[in-house]
């Protein structure tokens, strides 16, 4: 079996509870995209697990790989490697693979991507972790791999063909060239290539190994739909696809082993860094759901915007995943507001929309149209199973499913693993 699990929205949906949910289920969790851009918490009892890099399956007696279209910080995943392992949590080379293809995510990558943004007239709001850069690089075949770090010599001898371009784009943007040839930090690429060189592995072959044998794989998507270098809210947007699709080229795994794909979709809407969202809430409604859901980004501690939920961006996200299922995470927060608003669709010069335009300039521009549905009274982070539910939260739990016409599988009341239960069971 093969599963993919993408964010429906601008990332943030709790697509790291999910997975680690359900990745009991699974012989290999793997990330497909992106980098420590990503953000991703697993909570079981007290423990709280804030990872960037290592795939959220790691607490079940999975592998857990990090593919090949990855870009990928190796102090990084080096320091999520030790804390794990002060919890008590060994992820060794059987444990956890790296593909030979990984980029590296290199200083200068970072120092550019701070560069950039703080020059940019009309920001981005990046995490400033070089995600943009890396994927320059890798497009231009200007790539450090993994493979590459993993040897001193090869990694020397990239880094002399690559030094002399980087450097003059450092310096055009005002930073210290010094950064990409600093003896010291290409001395701690070394040494951390040989720590990690242990891990690396084929990915694509070991996923299509798996599944000819039957076993399970899950793809663990980062970031959010809307967030996709193709689809997304350019510019606004990061520097990978985040899509289901992508999971397939990412890992090298045709479209016809695909089995399932899971949409993890926020009672609500949120976005960190610029760009439109046509439903946020500046007022205290907003405000409330920021604090009632903690919505502080795990990368950057940046507050998140929160706005209503928004059908038409939930529309686009179906038709460019093709949901199978989906989980409707932290329902718990909009408890005690009532009215509760759903976007149905947009106003925009005139006309009415429930499907976003192509342009990111015309979203911006949009008008949600709501409408109102009856809210609910008193915590539900307790609830144990739909029937619990209070009636106004079944209906909003009904009302979205049908909008959207794709079947809702999972609720999750609180960050908790155990605060979760499957729809159609009542646990
Ligand atoms: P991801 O990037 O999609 O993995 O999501 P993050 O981990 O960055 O952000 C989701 C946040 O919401 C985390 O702090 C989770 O612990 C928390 N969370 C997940 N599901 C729920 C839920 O159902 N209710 C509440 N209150 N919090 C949740
Ligand atoms: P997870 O996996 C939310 C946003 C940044 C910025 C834009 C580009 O935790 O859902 P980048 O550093 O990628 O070049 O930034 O993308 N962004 C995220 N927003 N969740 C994420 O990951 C994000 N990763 C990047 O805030 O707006
Ligand atoms: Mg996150």
């Not at 408890?335 to 990111?360: F, H, M, Q």
Request: hydrophobic letters at 35%.
């Amino acid at each position: 079996m093969f599963t993919i699990i993408t964010g429906a929205q601008f990332g943030d949906e709790g697509k790291g509870k999910v997975v680690d949910l359900i990745s009991g289920d699974y012989d290999l969790v793997v990330r497909f995209q992106g980098g420590d851009n990503a953000g991703h918490t697993v909570k079981v009892g007290d423990d709280v697990y804030k990872l960037h890099l290592v795939p959220s399956g790691f607490l079940f007696d999975t592998r857990v790989l990090i593919g090949p279209g990855t870009v990928m910080n190796p102090e990084v995943l080096a320091g999520e490697i030790d804390m794990l392992a002060e919890g008590g949590i060994e992820l060794g080379p059987e444990k956890l693979g790296i593909d030979a293809k990984t980029s590296i995510i290199m200083p200068y990558h970072i120092e550019l991507d701070g560069l950039r943004e703080s020059r940019r007239t009309e920001k981005i709001g990046t995490t400033r972790r070089g995600i943009g850069f890396a994927y320059i690089d890798k497009v231009a075949r200007d790539e450090i791999r993994m493979a590459d770090i993993a040897n001193r010599d090869r990694l020397l001898r990239r880094l002399n063909e690559l030094a002399p371009s980087r450097e003059s784009s450092i310096k055009e943007l005002g930073g210290d060239p010094g950064i990409v040839m600093d003896e010291r930090l290409i001395a701690r690429y070394a040494d951390l290539g040989k720590r990690l060189a242990p891990y690396i592995t084929d990915v694509s072959y070991e996923i299509n190994r798996a599944l000819e044998e039957g076993r399970n794989v899950l793809a663990e998507g980062a970031q959010g739909t809307h967030l996709d270098v193709i689809h997304g809210t350019q510019k606004f947007v990061t520097s990978s696809s985040t899509i289901a699709g992508s999971a397939c080229a990412n890992l090298g795994v045709g479209p016809t082993k695909v089995d399932g794909v899971l949409g993890i979709v926020k009672a609500y809407i949120t976005r960190v860094g610029e760009g439109p969202l046509p439903t946020e809430l500046t007022d205290r409604t907003g405000r409330r759901i920021q604090e009632v859901g903690k919505e502080f980004g795990t990368t950057t501690g940046r507050a998140r915007r929160c706005g209503w939920f928004d059908l038409p961006l939930l529309k686009k996200a179906i038709y460019l995943n093709g949901y199978t299922s989906i989980a409707l995470t932290k329902l718990d927060v909009l408890s005690d507001l009532d009215p509760i608003k759903v976007c149905v669709s947009y106003e925009l010069d005139g006309r009415a929309l429930d499907y976003p335009p192509e342009n990111t300039a015309d979203l911006a521009r949009c008008r949600p149209v709501y409408e109102e549905l009856p809210g609910w009274k008193g915590d539900l982070t307790g609830v144990k199973g739909f029937d619990e539910l209070p009636q106004a939260a079944q209906n909003y739990i009904l009302s979205l499913e049908k909008s959207m016409g794709v079947p809702i599988v999972y609720v999750s009341v609180g960050p908790a693993r155990a605060q979760t239960f499957r729809k159609e069971t009542g646990n």
